[in-house]
């Protein structure tokens, strides 16, 4: 019963380091030595335990980073608000933008530069239920690797097991965003008056496909960010009450 208490308690562990790290041994390390320390003592194998119970303990602080990252991206200015993954204009809508800007119309460009960030902000949390299959789906092998492996681990393994699923999810809801929050109505006034102008070069933009690949680049960059920091910051309290369970 005891053993069954420890196995718990770490995957209780690994979820609540994710969320909060401070300075100590590193997260993954810790995880290392649980697991040893799980087979009777610090220098043990991790015999004791089963395939599932390793991962399992991985698969809650996965679950618990990701939803982070999706909850900070996927509400107002999640994206717009980032100096990091804020969407700017297309670069083939980089002459429109200089050209209305001398022309002292600079607000259209502003106004649907936040409503392409506002229909990514919209978008984003339909990646929560992908993430969770992801998880779900992690085998033995895959957990070795991350925990094994570079800082970005889990993120390619996210990414390798997302990107098109995700991709394919997300557009709909792309399409219907930049519609909803009236990026198209804001992009056909923007071109209309850019037009308008004497001599100037035809100009156009695919704004969902747009949207749709700074967004998934958003929060696979997120995703690297917190996962980076999990293994570089660890949790001393976690730490401390670790020694506690484990002195006897």
């Known amino acids: 019963m005891l053993q069954i208490h420890k196995i718990f308690f770490v995957a209780a562990v690994l979820a609540v380091s994710w969320a909060s790290p401070l300075p100590a041994q590193t997260l993954f390390d810790q ?7 799980l087979g009777g003592g610090t220098s043990a194998p991790a015999a004791s335990l089963t395939s599932d119970q390793i991962t399992g303990g991985l698969r809650d602080a996965l679950r618990v980073g990701t939803e982070r990252v999706v909850g900070t991206l996927g509400r107002a200015d999640g994206f717009n608000a980032s100096p990091d993954v804020h969407i700017p204009l297309p670069d083939s809508l980089k002459l429109v933008k200089t050209t209305l800007t001398k ?17 990514a902000e919209a978008a984003v949390p339909n990646a929560t239920k ?7 789906a992690m085998s033995i092998d895959d957990a070795n690797g991350i925990l094994n492996g570079p ?5 390619q393994y996210f990414k390798s097991k997302m990107s098109a699923p995700l991709a394919a999810d997300m557009k709909p809801i ?3 965003q930049l519609a909803g929050v009236g990026a198209i109505a804001a992009y056909d ?8 102008l004497p001599f100037v070069p035809d100009a156009k933009a695919n704004l969902t496909d747009h949207v749709l690949s700074k967004g998934i680049d958003g929060v696979f960059l997120y995703l690297a960010k917190e996962e980076a920091a999990i293994r570089d910051n660890p949790a001393k309290q976690t730490t401390d009450l ?3 369970v484990f002195a006897k």
């Open 242 to 244: 670790l020694q506690k």
């Open 151 to 155: 800082k970005d681990a889990a993120t």
């Open 174 to 176: 792309v399409d219907q």
């Open 103 to 119: 022309v002292g119309m600079s607000g259209l460009v502003d106004d649907l530069e936040l409503r392409l960030n506002r229909a």
């Open 31 to 37: 995880g290392k030595n649980l697991i040893k320390g």
């Open 130 to 136: 992908l993430f969770g299959d992801a998880i779900a």
């Open 189 to 196: 006034k923007m071109i209309a008056q850019y037009k308008s």
